[in-house]
Each structure stands twice: as C-alpha cells, then as structure tokens.
C-alpha cells in the first residue's frame, strides 16, 4: 500500500492510498470506499432512474468519493443536469486528477455541476429541487464517521430532503450493510421503498440501496 496524498481539513485527516492500479480513500484512519468494486455506487444512481423513468431528468448526488455514481448518472442517456455535492475540496481536486478515469472524467462532463459545500447546510438553504436524490454520505445510515451526518437519515433529515424532491420524485441512499430501522422509516413515509441488496466479493456482507418513491 502507498500513500499518495494526504491533507488536514476542518473534519480531520483525509487520506487517499494506492494498492496496485486501485484506489483507497480513508477518513481519520476509517475506510471509506475504494475504486476496485463500484457495482453498488452505480446501482445506486442507475435504480433512481430506472424508478423515476423521466428523459431530462435532474439528479442531486450527495458524496462524489471516488466518481462512480457520477458516472454512472453524468453517462447515462435519460439524465439532465447532474449536481453533486462534497464536502472536501481536496476529493474534488482527485477526482479530476488520479480518480478521473474510473468516472470516465465525470467532472469534466457538461452535464456535471460541482458544489464545494456541507451537504447538510447546502440542503437546508437551497430553493432548488430535483427528480432524484441519489446520497452516499458515510457509510450508511448505521456507521457514520461524522456524527452530524446521522441527521440525515432522521425523519427531520428525511422531511428536509422531500422538500427537494419533484412531484414523482425518487430518493435513494446507499448504505454498507441492510438497516432494518432505516427501512421501516422509509415505509412510514413514502408510498413505495425497495431494497437492493448488492453482493460483494470476499465474503463481506453486501452493499445495500434503498429506494424510496414518493
């Protein structure tokens, strides 16, 4: 393993590390995601749209980590304008730097609009609304590096991110491992929620998506 960069942010250390041709990025010593298996970050995206089914449509990606669900969004024929919001300026800058070619340069795409912002604070100022919310922040709703992300996942953070959603809209939210409790909010709140359950290799539990349509 070789590190090739290392920062100091506002939320502690970031680190992004090589193993072979593969990427690593970790948050104060806590893996966050890698570039060798992105099946589940594209399903993420990919299932929001097969759900929303709309040409055009316009997609908010909370978290660019190494690019995958921006690819995945930014490549695909029915999409519109793709926002992605991230916190670390300095994941931005590897993603069109060593990660680009794993998002097939999503940030250059023109499709592609990059905010440098807390997710949580640019959600609760913004006036703008979309056909599908996409979010990979953390690990999940059950393992959050940073405690503040856990509002998300709340039904005060669920309330603020449907009011960002089009009339026919779709949430979804990647998570490590399945969250029974997680789930069983989705239903109290939304007509039709669905999980994905993605398996990884190396015996490690699977990656899940949760699909929430209003």
């Known amino acids: 393993m070789e590190v090739v960069?290392?920062?100091d942010t506002p939320r502690g250390e970031i680190q992004l590390?090589?193993?072979?041709?593969?990427?690593?990025?970790i948050s104060n010593g806590t893996f966050l995601m890698a570039t060798y298996n992105?099946?589940?970050?594209?399903?993420?995206v990919r299932s929001a749209i097969d759900a929303?089914?709309?040409d055009g449509m316009t997609l908010l990606i909370g978290g660019l980590g190494v690019g995958y669900s921006l690819g995945e969004a930014v490549h695909h024929p029915q999409t519109g304008q793709v926002t992605v919001v991230e916190i670390e300026d300095q994941v931005i800058t590897w993603n069109r730097t060593y990660l680009a070619p794993f998002s097939g340069n999503?940030?250059?795409?023109?499709?592609?609009?990059v905010v440098c912002a807390d997710l949580l604070k640019w959600i609760s100022e913004t006036d703008e609304t979309f056909d599908a919310l996409c979010f990979d922040i953390d690990n999940g709703p059950?393992?959050?590096v940073f405690q503040n992300n856990e509002s998300l996942y709340s039904p005060e953070g669920l309330k603020a991110l449907t009011r960002l959603l089009n009339?026919?809209?779709v949430m979804s939210f990647w998570s490590a491992?399945?969250?029974p409790a997680f789930k069983a909010l989705l239903e109290s709140r939304f007509a039709g929620v669905e999980e994905i359950r993605i398996e990884q290799p190396r015996n490690v539990e699977p990656d899940v998506v949760y699909i929430a349509k209003t």
């Open 5 to 7: 960069e290392r920062c």
């Open 17 to 25: 590390q090589r193993r072979g041709c593969e990427y690593e990025l």
């Open 38 to 44: 992105g099946e589940s970050e594209k399903r993420l």
């Open 52 to 54: 929303c089914a709309k």
């Open 106 to 113: 999503a940030l250059s795409h023109p499709k592609t609009r």
């Open 142 to 144: 059950d393992w959050t």
């Open 167 to 169: 009339p026919g809209g």
């Open 177 to 179: 491992s399945a969250s």
